[in-house]
């Protein structure tokens, strides 16, 4: 009886301990990361960046993305829906209090240095151009939602804005504005997959405001922000983020045709830079400009003395 009732007991112990362990293994879950369809005007440098930050973590993440390219606007309501886990773009007071920013630049201050695409034949007019009194006499195209338009305007340059971006390059090559600033990251992919229209990288000027990009998480799911600031700050100290961002095709494009130390400099104010932005911690910003005398003339700006991401 009592070696029956020992028995007993050791089998119900022993399928208590084995439930304990087997338990998480039947409750964990893989959480599914939604992202907006890559544009044919895109790399995928973001998405890439993203899946670097994901691996550090004990969580288990797949990718995903929407079914079509959905605009900036559905972009941020799909977000706040939570039709989108993660997006990524200029950081604002607005954006920081809608969103949980990541506040890593992704680009590290590339992305802050704007060329600007230009007509073909149109370099000429563009030669004369030396400072912010000058830019401000070329209409720049610019998207209706995106923050650069507002920090564009709050400088006193003139701005056509459209809703949708696509449109924007073909308005340029139809003389619609002047110019369309991009990143100096974004360029040479852009003007490669508008191969029809007639237009070029302006060869001399650089605009410069700051306008860090980062990831925005929804404030319904925190861990999923934890998990990217936790990922993105281990690759900093590894130098797995130096490495994906030097081996980035992109990148390396961009560091090799911009020649930005060569390039005559109009920096202007970001008024709508938070005041959370890391502007201290030097690891996370590049020197782009380099120190060649005579380059890099400043036009009276606040926020610009940033460590020149």
Do not use: C
Request: net charge neutral.
């Amino acid at each position: 009886m009592h070696i029956k009732t020992n028995l007993t007991k050791i089998l119900h112990y022993g399928i208590l301990t084995l439930a304990v362990f087997v338990t998480p293994l039947v409750t964990a879950e893989t959480k599914t990361v939604v992202t907006n369809m890559k544009s044919n005007v895109q790399t995928d440098y973001m998405n890439g960046l993203l899946k670097l930050a994901l691996s550090y973590s004990d969580n288990k993440y797949i990718f995903s993305t929407t079914t079509e390219v959905y605009s900036r606007p559905r972009v941020v309501e799909s977000v706040k829906s939570g039709v989108i886990s993660v997006m990524w773009g200029g950081t604002s007071e607005e954006m920081e209090r809608d969103f949980i920013p990541i506040r890593i630049d992704a680009y590290r201050g590339l992305m802050n240095h704007r060329l600007f695409f230009i007509r073909q034949g149109d370099q000429a007019r563009f030669d004369n151009i030396k400072t912010l009194e000058d830019l401000k006499k070329i209409r720049l195209g610019q998207g209706r939602s995106w923050q650069d338009a507002s920090i564009l305007e709050s400088a006193g340059l003139n701005v056509i804005k459209t809703t949708k971006k696509p449109s924007l390059y073909h308005m340029l090559d139809g003389g619609r504005f002047d110019a369309f600033p991009r990143g100096a990251n974004e360029v040479w992919t852009e003007l490669s997959a508008f191969p029809d229209l007639k237009l070029t990288v302006e060869k001399n000027l650089v605009l410069i405001y700051p306008l860090p990009t980062y990831f925005f998480v929804t404030d319904k799911d925190p861990q999923l922000a934890k998990d990217i600031e936790f990922g993105l700050e281990s690759a900093i100290k590894d130098g797995a983020f130096n490495k994906y961002f030097y081996d980035s095709p992109e990148v390396q494009e961009a560091l090799e045709k911009a020649d930005l130390s060569n390039r005559r400099a109009i920096r202007i104010n970001n008024p709508y830079l938070p005041k959370a932005t890391p502007l201290d911690r030097k690891e996370l910003w590049l020197n782009l400009m380099g120190t060649v005398p005579g380059v890099g003339s400043t036009d009276a700006v606040d926020n610009t003395s940033l460590p020149t991401p």
